[in-house]
């Protein structure tokens, strides 16, 4: 009797031993499961920063983005007559988005704002003084509602930061063959993120508000906020009513 005792407490610890192992073994591959699609992101993140998969801008780019400025002339009363350009683009500072009427800025983020930078931060990235260039909770949605459910009307997630990336260092031509347009989409979004990041280390969030809405195509060959203003509404960004 003692000797099937014994017998049994040994099967039944081989048992245990063996059910222990196989639980380990199958928790190991989940983690890695799990940490590998990390683990080449930030690989291909490192290398993408580092100018393996096409040139990347400096900060010094970054400092002094270039970009097509109309030459307008002006009157003795300090009133535009006139305008030469290759693209109708005038800048602005971010004081210049403010309105007279204090009462007609809105809150955003508990930060008072005009309405223009209101607008843009409420179409286009609601998180935007939340993140360092990247939002992650968008990310999340497009690859669940994008990749996962295919409904290709979800969006890109990209940030107002991304896309002043884009705007200011616009993507090269992704070719014709769907296979090379996926990979070049895919470096290109890598080298956004990068960029974003960067902008974002560099500049205010209302300097990236202002850089953002000077490098937009409004269309009528109006680029950037005051010269679509100007050219639509006949009035300066801060003149405009939240309609507009």
């Known amino acids: 009797m003692q000797t099937k005792k014994n017998t049994t407490r040994k099967t039944t610890r081989k048992k245990g031993v063996t059910n222990g192992n196989r639980t380990r073994k199958i928790v190991k591959w989940l983690w890695i499961l799990a940490m590998t699609p990390l683990v080449l992101l930030a690989l291909m993140l490192t290398l993408t920063a580092m100018g393996v ?3 990347m801008p400096s900060f010094e780019e970054l400092e002094n983005p270039k970009s097509n400025l109309a030459t307008e002339i002006y009157a003795d009363n300090g009133k535009v007559i ?55 909770i968008s990310l999340a949605r497009v690859g669940v ?8 009307s979800q969006g890109g997630g990209s940030t107002i930061t991304q896309q002043l990336a884009k705007n200011l260092f616009p993507r090269g031509k992704r070719g014709d063959n769907k296979i090379v347009r996926t ?12 960029t974003a990041i960067k902008l974002e280390y560099n500049y205010t969030k209302e300097e990236i508000v202002a850089m953002y809405l000077n490098t937009v195509e409004y269309g009528s060959n109006a680029y950037g906020i005051k010269s679509a203003a100007a050219t639509f509404f006949g009035k300066t960004p801060a003149e405009l009513n939240i309609q507009e």
């Open 53 to 55: 998969f096409g040139r």
């Open 82 to 136: 006139g305008s030469f350009f290759v693209q109708n683009r005038s800048y602005v500072q971010y004081a210049d988005l403010f309105p007279q009427d204090s009462t007609n800025l809105l809150t955003v983020a508990g930060r008072e704002v005009p309405p223009i930078a209101a607008a843009l931060i409420a179409t286009e990235d609601v998180r935007f003084y939340t993140h360092s260039g990247i939002d992650l």
């Open 145 to 152: 509602k994008t990749i996962a459910l295919q409904r290709s």
């Open 183 to 194: 990979v070049k989409l895919v470096v290109a979004k890598f080298k956004e993120w990068i």
